[in-house]
């Protein structure tokens, strides 16, 4: 399986060797920096993976880091590697939206189980979010009738009754409905029910 990229930051060049060759032992992509001041040098908002980060590092540490990249909604899970005297602080950034924390000496196959876990988490999610942005633009596309037009089809009204209550006639509601269902890209009600079902807020 093709996983997203990780990226390794630690300020121990030994650390930093042997993490990028345990991932890749295991197929997955991944690419080291010396510093988290390198790294958000690097940094695109539009990047997918995982942020596999020492807790303490020289200059900029890893929990700095953390916090700038929450300033700026940075949305990369993180994953933080900690000695047992960090744990505290790492417990206190899963708090703050880290993903996990991986205490030294860890356990290989463990550590690499957790990213592959964050890595799928993260391509899920951006699947979430494009088909969610998708179904905002459908919505977008229907007008203001189509709309009242929608919403009365999803009560499961019959055409008759949407054409009393809008005062238009059963021919133009059958108009409405077709663009309604075209511009969703389904064929029947419950298809259209179901693709809307997990979109509520947005209606």
Known sequence: MKY????VVDDDEAIRDA?????????????AFASAE?????WDADIAGCLLLDIRMSGMSGLDLFDRLR?????????????????????GALKRGARDFVEKPFNDNDLVDRVIEALEWD???????????????????LTAR????????LAGKLNKVIADELGI???????????????MGVKTAVELAQLLSSHKGER
């Open 71 to 91: 300033e700026v909604q940075a949305r990369i899970p993180v994953i933080f590697l900690t000695g047992h005297g960090d744990v505290p602080m790492a417990v």
């Open 146 to 153: 189509e709309r009242q037009v929608m919403e009365l089809v």
């Open 19 to 31: 993490l990028t060759w345990l991932l890749q032992s295991r197929g997955v992509e991944a690419e």
């Open 169 to 183: 006639t059963m021919r133009t509601v059958e108009v409405h409905r077709a663009h309604v269902f075209e511009k």
């Open 4 to 7: 997203g990229k990780v990226f």
């Open 38 to 42: 390198e790294f958000l040098g690097c």
């Open 123 to 141: 391509s899920q999610r951006r699947l979430d979010e494009a088909a969610a942005a998708d179904l905002a633009a459908r919505l977008e596309q």
